[in-house]
């Protein structure tokens, strides 16, 4: 591995085992990821991605093998690493009662932040919320709350954040939205773990990406290098048809 | 993370009576089928039993009333724990700097909170209905007492049930052998009028002297030794649910 740097890496695992009954979801998962940039889990459905997530959350206790995650370890310091990360999972994880904004009033209270209300009016703002901010989460779009929910997760700038499939069961225009945002975070210095069954959502966004298959990381590295490992590109000449999300896109017309 | 236990609490039980607030139609859902029963069984039932005191039946009927309220009220508090587990934001929670025990003392204190208004107004109802009582203030406090140990012993049995639960029903379904378990005690009419098995079951079951101890007080008489008797039922079962509910808690929460 080439994380060779003065700062402790990000995450750091290592010959993480999981099982359920007899069904052996990850057989010895190692990774280091940097601090800084997206990094991408990529797999398939059922691959274990959500699982490992879920161990580096404290969310769930690993079988074998050891995790750190901003230099805390998740068996023995789960308060240390719940005090670091955010987690977005696979559905928004938001209170459908509350409006928008209290949603986020909540979350900056329990993070035992003084300033609530200002937290709140600024990511409202940050995420074009701020007309919605005082309706019940339960009238919001899937886009809206799956940016609600990842509005949720930045509060009190945790130095790590797990986006569990973030763009699953989005439209185009709110996969969109998502990537800005990932990219806006990344560029402030926080570390984004991003699990994707996308290729192309790896491919755009990641700095690093690792493949999970069948319980073990099979490869990773950055997308040159993991292109490097299939035989050089040939030149051919292709012309140039707009794909279906250009069309899409251009019709319903793209908003940033 | 333990010195926010009170603060994360607070935080979290004012999320959930909002929840209340939002949806007051659980708090008259709640309140609506104690009242029923007790004009059905005042005004219909009511005139052939005999409870062998000259006391109005309303009287007689309302502690058992009561306990059927709040047996019924706890329902919601699995309800909601299981919205919470379903819906991702458990996990949100689970993930962050919280202390762990706020999450599920939230949901306690805002069964208490939904209770106690439900018992508010089954009470007002009663007293529209001629239930009349000249309990010292001593004896009301002795009152709200038992009510609250009987309405945590159910919760913390609701927080089981709700953190066990795979579909909805499964979550509130506990609850209707406790709602019916006044039934079969002499909530509703004296245990000695019920043939001898029955009797026996009914007389040595905890609703009937937690009921027998709150009319005692109504009717300002000596509560004698059953008030030990409820006292001890209900502190056993308190503890138990709580030790159950953590450790259920605990292996849920790994």
């Known amino acids: 591995m080439t994380t060779d740097q003065a700062l402790q890496p990000a995450i750091r695992v290592q010959g993480i085992e999981k099982s359920f009954k007899d069904l052996h979801v990850l057989r010895g998962v190692d990774f280091e990821v940097p601090r800084g940039g997206i990094f991408a889990l990529l797999g398939s459905n ?5 699982t490992l997530v879920r161990i580096l959350s404290t969310l769930l206790k690993a079988d074998a093998g050891t995790a750190t995650v901003n230099g805390y370890d998740v068996g023995a310091e789960p308060a240390g690493v719940r005090g670091s990360i955010s987690l977005t999972g696979q559905f928004a994880a938001v209170d459908d009662v509350l409006t928008g904004r209290e949603n986020l009033v909540l979350v900056a209270r329990l993070r035992h932040l003084r300033n609530h209300a200002e937290i709140a009016d600024g990511l409202l703002d940050s995420f074009s919320l701020t007309e919605a901010g ?8 899937g886009g809206m709350r799956r940016r609600l929910d990842i509005a949720m997760s930045l509060i009190g700038n945790p130095p790590v954040i797990f986006l569990d499939e973030p763009t699953t069961g989005l439209d185009p225009q709110a996969r969109l939205e998502v990537w800005h945002t990932v990219r806006r975070l990344a560029a402030q210095g926080t570390t984004v773990l991003l699990t994707t069954q996308y290729l192309d959502e790896a491919e755009h966004l990641a700095d690093r990406i690792a493949i999970l298959h069948q319980g073990t990381i099979i490869q990773n590295g950055t997308l040159p290098e993991l292109k490097r490992l299939l035989p050089a590109a040939t030149v051919e000449y292709v012309e140039k048809q707009p794909s279906l999300e250009d069309v899409f896109l251009a019709l319903v017309g793209k908003d940033s | 993370m333990t010195s926010h236990l009170f603060s994360d609490t607070r935080v979290l039980t004012g999320r959930s009576l909002r929840h209340i607030l939002r949806s007051p139609d659980t708090l008259i859902t709640t309140a609506v089928t104690p009242v029923a029963m007790m004009l059905l069984f005042v005004y219909v039932f009511g005139g052939a039993i005999n409870t062998g005191s000259g006391a109005p039946y309303v009287n007689y009927l309302l502690p058992g009333i009561l306990l059927i309220t709040i047996s019924s009220g706890v329902a919601y508090t699995a309800y909601r724990l299981f919205l919470d587990l379903q819906g991702g934001i458990f996990e949100r929670f689970m993930s962050m700097p ?16 939904a209770n106690f208004s439900a018992l508010a107004i089954v009470v007002g109802v009663a007293l529209l209905m001629g239930f009349r009582t000249g309990a010292s203030v001593a004896a009301w406090l002795a009152v709200v007492g038992i009510l609250l140990l009987f309405t945590l012993a159910l919760t913390w049995i ?4 709700g953190l066990m ?7 509130s379904g506990f609850s209707y052998p406790l709602i019916f378990l006044p039934f079969i005690s002499s909530a509703f009419v004296p245990t000695n009028s019920m043939p001898g098995p029955v009797a026996w079951f009914a007389e040595n079951q905890p609703v009937t002297s937690i009921v027998d101890t709150i009319r005692a007080l109504f009717a300002q008489e000596a509560v004698g030794a059953g008030i030990w008797t409820a006292m001890a039922w209900l502190a056993g079962i308190l503890v138990l649910a ?3 509910a953590a450790a259920v808690y605990r292996r849920k929460v790994s």
Request: net charge positive; aromatic share 4%; proline share 2%.
């Open chain 2, 158 to 161: 609701a927080v089981i049930a």
């Open chain 1, 134 to 141: 005082n309706r019940r989460a339960s009238t919001y779009s």
């Open chain 2, 242 to 244: 709580v030790a159950a």
């Open chain 2, 165 to 171: 639960a795979r579909t909805v029903d499964g979550a």
């Open chain 2, 98 to 113: 919280v202390a762990r025990p706020s999450v599920l003392w939230a949901h306690v204190l805002t069964s208490l909170a």
């Open chain 1, 46 to 50: 059922g691959a274990g991605k959500t």
